[in-house]
């Protein structure tokens, strides 16, 4: 735990000081979000299970939802940026962290707010980055994949936009806690107190399967249902 703290200071420190000087910026933050997520990758023990062919940039991805740890093992196989609820920003240094790296912020209590967030998305894509986002709109347990919000797919519908898909999922070893209570973060456990009882599993495996063909639709709620199916239809269930 104190190894990860320290090295997500000092990492940021650094980028920031660096930054002022780098004219590439998209080039640079891309670089500092994935070596922090490497390093969180390294630390936590987590092993890396890919299946499929992950999208190259620019992308738009969307993945089911089960901890914060989804965020460093996609992050580790895929370069883009993450769409994330508007509390994050608001939270001590991480918000910020998060926020200079590009990620886009989306209040999904305020509907209107969803256009503002796919101009954004756009913006990146245009920008050559990838760009991840979790459609169900809070991480699960691991049991089932829960319905997508539509709304979160009317830019796409509207922008002729292809997505890709991939289901996440984890494993532990036997005789350590299950994926479920040590990686899934569904319950009122704080998140220091959720990561420090990740960090006491020696190791564990996040497996990435990824869809072979991005799915295209007019009809957001279309796009939502077949993206949902597909995602579901490689998921296997967390216990």
């Not at 996609?74 to 609820?85: D, E, N, P, W």
């Not at 608001?90 to 707010?113: C, E, H, Q, T, Y």
Request: charged share 20%; with cysteine.
């Amino acid at each position: 735990m104190a190894c990860f703290v320290i090295a997500t200071i000092l990492l940021y420190a650094f980028w920031w000081l660096f930054s002022f000087l780098i004219p590439n910026k998209v080039y640079w933050r891309q670089w500092g979000f994935g070596f922090w997520t490497g390093t969180f990758v390294r630390i936590s023990g987590m092993r890396i299970e890919v299946i499929g062919t992950p999208p190259r940039s620019p992308f738009f991805l969307v993945s089911n939802h089960l901890s914060y740890v989804d965020i460093a093992a996609l992050r580790s196989t895929v370069a883009g940026v993450f769409v994330a609820k508007k509390e994050i920003e608001s939270w001590w240094l991480a918000g910020r962290m998060v926020r200079d790296m590009g990620n886009v912020f989306i209040d999904r209590s305020k509907r209107r707010d969803i256009p503002r967030a796919g101009r954004e998305i756009l913006g990146r894509l245009n920008l050559g980055e990838g760009v991840i986002i979790f459609p169900e709109g809070t991480s699960t347990k691991g049991e089932e994949v829960l319905p997508f919000n539509s709304s979160f797919f009317e830019f796409a519908a509207n922008a002729d936009l292809p997505v890709s898909y991939v289901s996440v999922g984890y494993r532990t070893p036997d005789g350590e806690l299950s994926p479920s209570e040590a990686v899934c973060w569904w319950d009122d456990t704080t998140f220091l107190a959720h990561m420090f009882r990740l960090f006491e599993v020696p190791h564990f495996t996040a497996v990435l399967n990824f869809g072979p063909d991005p799915v295209l639709s007019h009809d957001r709620k279309v796009l939502a249902q077949v993206l949902h199916d597909k995602v579901e239809g490689s998921f296997v269930p967390v216990i």
